[in-house]
């Protein structure tokens, strides 16, 4: 069993940045791929970002490729979200996911989900 706890969520005005953190429980969070997915009111969850237990990277291009990074450090067992040059469409309830080696863009592929953090970006 994962345990998921994110943080670093907030306002911010259009322009600005946050870095949303990720803790995870667990002796093998080395071994996880961590995705991050947000979710507007009305909307479904979009994928974010995810970053494999190769380290090996992937983003939503369409939207925020060149702003966003993710980054783990396995010594803390912590996935990290740094999003620049935020936007008013950037505003949903950020979630972190996890799941055991692989997984990619959907959903349906990770196991563990945390509860979420607000990211609310006015223009």
């Known amino acids: 069993q994962v345990q998921l706890v994110e943080s670093g969520g907030g306002l911010v005005q259009a322009g600005g940045s946050l870095r949303l953190s990720c803790a995870a429980s667990?002796?093998?969070?080395?071994?996880?791929?961590m995705g991050w997915f947000r979710q507007a009111p009305g909307k479904e969850r979009e994928f974010v970002a995810a970053?494999?237990?190769?380290?090996?990277?992937?983003y939503n291009g369409d939207s925020v490729k060149g702003r966003f990074t993710i980054s783990r450090d396995n010594a803390k067992n912590t996935v990290y979200l740094q999003m620049n040059s935020l936007k008013p469409e950037d505003s949903a309830v950020y979630y972190c996911?996890?799941?055991?080696?692989?997984?990619?863009?959907?959903?349906?592929?990770?196991?563990?989900w945390g509860q979420g953090t607000q990211v609310t970006v006015s223009s």
């Open positions: 996911a996890a799941r055991y080696r692989y997984a990619d863009v959907s959903t349906s592929e990770y196991d563990y």
């Open positions: 667990g002796r093998t969070f080395s071994s996880y791929t």
């Open positions: 970053i494999r237990w190769s380290g090996g990277t992937v």
